[in-house]
């Protein structure tokens, strides 16, 4: 009966399944379509998802994250959803050296392509949150659904565009670029889908925790590949020198922040 039952969404889920799904893919194929995985291809692109991860973590992901943790340890006053995302940051940071340095040691330069490991990360760090996203759109009322929907839209797009332009510029095969990126696609849909079935578990305690820590680690992650990730040559301060790409940046942070005012019930749901 759960198999069955995960598969009776309402018509309005089915049909946020598929938009959703549509929205992603228009904005990551055509970054994972290019025959040379080359980030100055898309310079204003780049520019655009620095601005779209900024936003993403801090003005959605870390508030949230703070605000789940309130509820769970009311009482509490230390900045937990802040700690957890310095640690992730930290911990791509010295993943990012330690590999490069490796590769050094090994090699004597540097191979072509970013280690594969931050974009992998990346990918969990979004499709999770993206997943229990979906879960809150799959138990609301159609009103409130119409709502998150939107919102998830707003930056699901920008956000696909990002992240597949991370996996072109690692080292990964193309392969296993799709892959990754078909986990990202999918976290949504499954997240309605099981929304749908959850009902009322969906606001424990445990799941609360859970939602929290992820979120805020994700708030890390977001702000590394927006600003930290490659330090000189990030976009942040490569492309937003010239006023095109410092335009480009803020369009993705103006875009964002709608997302955030319109899904700021969202993440209230669990």
């Known amino acids: 009966r759960t198999c069955y039952s995960f598969f009776m969404a309402t018509p309005f889920g089915w049909f946020?399944?598929?938009?959703?799904?549509l929205f992603t893919l228009a904005g990551g194929v055509p970054p994972l379509r290019a025959r040379k995985p080359d980030p100055d291809a898309y310079p204003l692109g780049e520019a655009f998802a620095s601005g779209v991860f900024l936003a993403l973590a801090l003005a959605m992901m870390l508030p949230a994250s703070t605000q789940l943790f309130a509820r769970v340890w009311p009482?509490?006053?230390?900045?937990?959803?802040?700690?957890?995302?310095?640690?992730?940051?930290l911990i791509l940071l010295g993943v990012t050296h330690f590999v490069r340095h490796l590769e050094e040691d090994l090699d004597g330069h540097r191979q072509e392509g970013t280690n594969p490991l931050v974009p992998l990360f990346m990918t969990i760090m979004i499709a999770i949150p993206s997943f229990f996203l979906g879960a809150a759109l799959?138990?609301?009322?159609?009103?409130?659904a119409v709502l998150i929907l939107i919102a998830i839209l707003l930056h699901k797009s920008s956000a696909a565009f990002a992240l597949a332009l991370k996996l072109t510029e690692s080292s990964l095969s193309k392969g296993a670029v799709r892959g990754v990126f078909a986990l990202f696609v999918l976290a949504t849909p499954t997240?309605?889908?099981?929304?749908?079935?959850?009902?009322?578990?969906?606001?424990?305690?445990?799941?609360?925790?859970a939602r929290a820590t992820v979120l805020a680690m994700a708030a890390g992650t977001f702000l590394?590949?927006?600003?930290?990730?490659?330090?000189?040559?990030?976009?942040?301060?490569?492309?937003?020198?010239?006023?095109?790409?410092?335009a480009a940046m803020l369009a993705g942070l103006g875009l964002t922040l709608c997302a955030?005012?319109?899904?700021?019930?969202?993440?209230?749901l669990g």
């Open 260 to 268: 955030r005012i319109l899904i700021g019930e969202a993440h209230t």
């Open 16 to 21: 946020s399944i598929v938009i959703i799904i």
């Open 138 to 144: 799959g138990v609301s009322e159609t009103a409130q």
């Open 224 to 246: 590394f590949m927006g600003m930290l990730n490659e330090l000189q040559s990030t976009a942040m301060i490569k492309r937003c020198r010239h006023w095109r790409g410092f």
């Open 191 to 209: 997240g309605i889908l099981v929304g749908g079935i959850l009902g009322g578990d969906l606001s424990s305690e445990s799941l609360l925790l």
């Open 75 to 89: 009482h509490s006053t230390e900045p937990i959803a802040s700690l957890i995302a310095i640690t992730a940051l």
